[in-house]
């Protein structure tokens, strides 16, 4: 699957957002090293504390499927500016690789890529654990 077509399928799950506070949809599309692709989009609460952002969503569906090992994570979201991760989802991202490519899109169609040890470089990690 070409950067392009991930992005898109993140494009297309922002149209589920359910956003009536930001009024920021934001769309994920995660691909998994076994080739399978989950997709999430921002689920807002008026509980603001209850949201949760596309990118756990897909992560989380991928994990209640069984699967763990991550390739890469498209996130698209509507503005000009990249739709970068937020410090909780980098963080969840790192549980399962810090390898792991993070594609940033914005509305105009441009997107940038970086790998998730350099949007994250000191992740927490518990020191009894390997």
Do not use: W
């Amino acid at each position: 699957m070409t950067d392009r077509e991930l992005l898109n399928l993140a494009r297309e799950a922002a149209a589920n957002a359910y956003c009536p506070y930001s009024r920021f949809p934001v769309g994920a599309a995660l691909e998994c090293t076994n080739g399978r692709i989950f997709t999430g989009c921002n689920v807002e609460n008026m509980a603001l504390g209850s949201t949760m952002c596309a990118e756990r969503i897909a992560i989380y569906k991928a994990v209640s499927e069984g699967i763990t090992d991550f390739h890469r994570l498209a996130i698209y979201g509507e503005g000009d500016e990249y739709c970068m991760p937020c410090g909780a989802c980098r963080q969840v991202m790192s549980e399962f690789s810090s390898d792991l490519e993070v594609l940033c899109a914005r509305s105009t169609g441009g997107y940038v890529s970086y790998k998730l040890s350099d949007l994250l470089p000191h992740s927490f990690k518990l020191g009894f654990f390997k």
